[in-house]
């Protein structure tokens, strides 16, 4: 009995050793993978979606905030795995084994070459009708970027013109600063849909810079970049080839500190150069003058910004720049000779948090909060009285003396909830800023001659002088707050409902209810077309710059002396003078907040993969815009309404503006797999009563003759850009912009009407009814980049084999169109270009004399830099 019970313990403990063995067994056969989704440069991309194939099922996984998909307890073998991400060109991994451990696997998506945003598992119409979808949307890849003008001025500028007309530009949602580096930007999002009840400025579009993620590896980059005179042309009204140096760098680096939680982006970029303005003046001894002087600048900006995983769906950004500016002989060229220099001195500093993430599994929530400093000091080169004989020549002292301090804050919160078919939208804005000026300007006053034989007999029109103390500090606030509705009506039919309110100190009217609708259908079962329709009300805010000047010269703090008929070179002496009483700048008491109203009307036609076409028609209205009024100005026949009192400069909400805009895009992507091209056109027309808050009419009793063509009123305007990659490692990008003439007004260079403004105009001309010289030039951008040295992640090992497929299900493959063949399968990449701006060197004539006592009236007497050539490296790992 013994033995057979000491048998069954035997039994029972080989059993039990073979069950655990078999556990044991089952739990190493499973394998769990963590799949590791980055773009081109290493940049984690989010809310990728990762799907395996397990057996006859899929099990799908979207990438956090570090670019990782998780996956547990999948059987060992080999999987089929598709990873897709919006923006990025789809992958297919066939063949992945899993060992019998835990694993990772890399998988580096290539920027989509087509332009269209994907949305995955989503109706074609639904899509074309979401009012944050792709539709009315197109997007500059990061490769289609690094084919822009690496100069950051010239790369701003190429992305203004690829979108509509007076576009608002945001950066993670931030306005204003120094744009990122090219190499920092994941997408650039061009958005025709303005409606939306969150935005406080009216325009026709967005255009919206979002920058790489965290990443878990190190890059870097350096770019260097040079142009001297050598390779220049002439430009236009310089007596000579000019010298010019231009010397700009830039370098980045980004990596983890502290891998997979917290990644550190830096950049700097700055530049030291010269370059020469043309003068060309006509002076007293009938002879014309003719020369060119050096204007000397540097720039240095720097940028630091941390991103850290908070959790899985939360990721706080904080990002701090530095931009400094130093710019000399300013103030001078066109007319005005070398002694009229000053020089501007800028430093801003901008610090910014934002984080953006889930809330449950409906609330989406996205914060923003920053504040910048900003000095700006302005010195003149010399204090001495000013002489304008207008459009002839102006010399003596420019007379600036100022040094003005700003620090403003943003704090913004927008939220966003579905419920059924609602999607709702809500949030907060508040503004303040704190401003200390300290700005002398025409201290020692300036004499104004209608031609040069007024000046050559000694007879100015006016002298003018601004006395007293210029120190000036005051604060200001605005809050803006809005709610909106998207509405899914039906598949094909979304509408968007939205109301916004606005209040702003400075104005006694709160009644600023801005309401907003929108509608987008998609007529057609293929969803390829899409026609949206919008209107909406926005307010505008007053410029600090306005207040700051009322506030200053109110006529006690600082006072303008106006003298007619004046003395010279002594104003007081003459025989002929008249001293007005003081003179002051004030705002209207009962000022109302400007506003503009817009419609607009837009249809986009999708033809295929690679060719879209939309055509919008806008309409806008603005009511109670700012001008300035002197309603102290003599009435004919009984002088002034207040004879103690000169000149009163009023601010008031009296005009009106009206513009008509037809904007035309297409695009065309991926053409035999190498060809970018986009386009867009706008015919335009736009009428105003006043180009400022400060701009005067000609007769201050009869507002309705100042309604004319805007001074921005460009009729044409067209953009093209065409990228391609040639052959072993060539780029060529070419850019062309073409604008028709801008407007400018004739005057007859007296004061006839006794207002002591010399801006009469003859009897029967409008304001801004001549017009100057349409430009055009064509700038290219060829480079050839080559990669080398073995990635450190890929240990000599082969990566697996991947082809990009359709998003739409047709599964045919198509060939990838990489930046540089191989490149990105190297450690490091070099990279050099040449580019030539306006290439045919093409005379842009600017700066059309209006005056008719001008020897120069009707002419041009500047012009935009003819052809420039720069060569340059980029060195990037």
Request: hydrophobic share 35%.
């Amino acid at each position: 009995m013994r033995g057979c019970k000491f048998g069954m313990r035997i039994l029972s403990l080989m059993l039990a050793l073979t069950m655990s063995a078999g556990q044991s067994l089952a739990q190493t056969s499973d394998s769990n993978l963590r799949v590791m989704v980055v773009d081109p440069n290493g940049a984690a991309i989010n809310k990728a979606r990762v799907s395996i194939k397990v057996g006859s099922k899929d099990r799908v996984a979207e990438t956090n905030q570090r670019g990782e998909a998780f996956f547990s307890r999948l059987p060992v073998g080999q999987y089929q795995i598709h990873v897709a991400a919006p923006g990025f060109t789809p992958r297919d991994l066939a063949g992945v084994s899993l060992p019998l451990n835990g694993n990772q696997l890399e998988v580096r998506l290539e920027v989509a070459p087509v332009t269209e945003q994907i949305v995955v598992a989503q109706d074609k119409r639904e899509a074309a009708t979401d009012p944050r979808g792709s539709a009315f949307t197109n997007v500059l890849t990061a490769e289609q970027i690094a084919l822009l003008p690496d100069d950051p001025d010239e790369f701003e500028q190429a992305i203004r013109m690829l979108a509509p007309p007076g576009a608002m530009m945001r950066v993670n949602g931030f306005l204003g600063g120094h744009l990122p580096p090219k190499s920092q930007i994941r997408e650039i999002r061009f958005r025709m849909d303005p409606y939306a009840a969150e935005f406080h400025n009216a325009g026709f579009g967005s255009i919206d810079i979002f920058t790489k993620p965290g990443v878990n590896q190190w890059h870097g980059s350096l770019n260097l970049g040079f142009r001297d005179e050598s390779l220049n042309a002439r430009q236009t009204f310089a007596p000579f080839r000019a010298a010019e140096q231009f010397r700009r760098f830039a370098a980045t680096l980004d990596g983890p500190i502290w891998r997979d939680h917290t990644s550190l982006f830096l950049s700097a970029d700055g530049n030291a150069n010269y370059d020469s303005k043309t003068i060309l003046a006509a002076l007293p001894s009938g002879s014309f003058f003719n020369d060119i002087i050096r204007r000397p600048s540097r720039q240095l900006n720097l940028q630091a910004r941390v991103e850290h995983a908070l959790n899985k769906t939360h990721t706080l950004r904080g990002e701090y720049q530095r931009n400094g500016r130093r710019m000399d002989n300013l103030g001078v060229g066109d007319f005005d000779l070398a002694e009229r220099a000053f020089f501007t001195d800028q430093t801003e500093h901008i610090f910014r948090v934002s984080d953006s993430g889930a809330f449950g599994k409906k609330l989406f929530n996205e914060f923003r909060f920053q504040t910048r400093w900003q000095e700006i000091n302005s010195q003149a080169l010399t204090q001495t009285p000013a002489i304008l004989v207008l459009n002839a020549f102006n010399r003596g002292g420019s007379q600036v003396s100022s040094d003005r301090h700003t620090h403003d804050f943003e704090l913004a919160d927008n939220a966003d909830f579905p419920v059924g078919r609602h999607a709702l939208r809500f949030g907060l804005l508040f503004e303040a800023g704190n401003y200390h000026s300290n700005a002398l300007s025409n201290a020692n006053g300036t004499f104004t001659f209608a031609s040069l034989d007024a000046f050559r007999t000694g007879r100015p029109t006016t002298f003018t002088q601004r006395i007293g103390d210029p120190f000036i500090a005051f604060s200001q606030y605005q809050f803006g707050g809005y709610l909106q509705d998207d509405i899914r009506v039906k598949k094909n039919l979304s509408i968007s409902l939205g109301m916004r309110y606005e209040w702003q100190t400075n104005f006694d009217d709160h009644n600023n209810f801005a309401p907003r609708v929108g509608l987008a259908w998609s007529p057609f079962k293929n969803g390829k077309t899409t026609i949206r329709v919008g209107a909406g009300i926005f307010y505008d805010w007053l410029g600090s710059e306005t207040v700051e000047q009322t506030l200053r010269v109110n006529g006690t703090r600082q006072r303008d002396l106006v003298v007619t008929n004046p003395g010279f070179p002594n104003p007081f002496s003459g025989g002929l003078q008249t001293v007005l009483p003081t003179s002051r700048l004030q705002l209207d008491p009962t000022l109302n907040q400007p506003y503009v109203e817009q419609i607009s009307v837009g249809v986009e036609r999708q033809f295929s993969q690679a060719i879209r076409f939309n055509a919008t028609y806008f309409y806008n209205r603005g009511v109670h815009l700012l001008r300035g009024r002197n309603i102290n100005a003599p009435i004919p026949g009984l002088g002034r309404p207040d004879p103690a009192t000169g000149n009163i400069t009023q601010v008031e909400a009296s005009a009106s503006s009206t513009q008509h805009l037809l904007n035309i895009g297409f695009h065309l992507n991926q053409l035999r797999r190498r060809l970018f091209f986009a386009a867009n056109y706008s015919l335009s027309k736009a009428t105003n009563d006043a180009d400022g808050p400060f701009s005067l009419p000609v007769d201050n009793f009869n507002l309705r003759a100042e309604r004319g063509s805007s001074a921005m009123d460009l009729r044409h305007r067209f953009f093209m850009m065409v990228n391609t990659n040639l052959f072993k490692g060539l780029r060529l990008g070419t850019t062309f912009q073409a604008t028709s003439a801008l407007p400018y007004t004739i005057t007859t260079g007296f004061d006839n009407n006794g207002d002591t403004v010399s801006n009469d105009r003859p009897a029967g001309i409008g304001r801004n009814s001549a017009r100057g010289a349409g430009r055009w030039e064509m700038s290219t951008r060829l480079s050839w980049g080559f990669g080398f040295g073995q990635p450190p992640e890929s240990n000599g090992q082969v990566r697996p084999h991947v082809a990009a497929i359709r998003m739409d299900g047709g599964g045919d493959v198509l060939g990838n169109m990489p930046s540089m063949p191989g490149a990105n399968n190297k450690r490091y990449r070099m990279e050099f270009y040449v580019q030539a701006f306006n290439l045919f060197n093409h005379a842009n004539l600017t700066s059309f004399s209006g005056v008719q006592t001008s020897p120069f009236f009707g002419h041009a007497t500047a012009a935009q830099p003819g052809r420039r050539i720069e060569s340059g490296l980029r060195f990037s790992f």
